[in-house]
């Protein structure tokens, strides 16, 4: 079983940043992914960033397009995911959900879900 503790989000201007963190607790894994999704209200969740880790190091990172060059992923050594969001804009208001999993850039391919963070960003 694994626990995931969500952490950040809130509410921020159009233009702003927030960070969001979620850590990874229950047991140790030398290969895995953990990353984002999102879902806003009357829309279905979608995949914001992943990253995977294999060896003791990250294997790839990847965002989704909407949010290319503006949102950025990193992991540490503790098994903590960190979603960076710069220049936020009205549409990414969402409850934005950590994943964890074997590859995590699609909802089939999480085995567990964090409880969700609200992200408002007022325009």
């Known amino acids: 079983q694994v626990q995931l503790d969500e952490s950040g989000g809130g509410l921020v201007q159009a233009g702003g940043s927030l960070r969001l963190s979620c850590a990874a607790s229950?047991?140790?894994?030398?290969?895995?992914?953990m990353g984002w999704f999102r879902q806003a209200p009357g829309k279905e969740r979608e995949f914001v960033a992943a990253t995977t880790w294999r060896g003791g190091r990250t294997y790839a990172a990847d965002v989704a397009d909407s949010v290319k060059g503006r949102f950025s992923i990193s992991r540490d050594n503790t098994q903590t995911a960190t979603l960076q969001m710069n220049s936020l804009k009205p549409e990414d208001t969402a409850v934005y959900y950590c994943?964890?999993?074997?590859?995590?850039?699609?909802?089939?391919?999480?085995?567990?879900w964090g409880q969700g963070t609200q992200v408002t960003v007022s325009s």
């Open positions: 994943a964890f999993g074997p590859l995590v850039r699609t909802s089939n391919e999480v085995d567990y």
């Open positions: 229950g047991r140790t894994f030398s290969s895995y992914a």
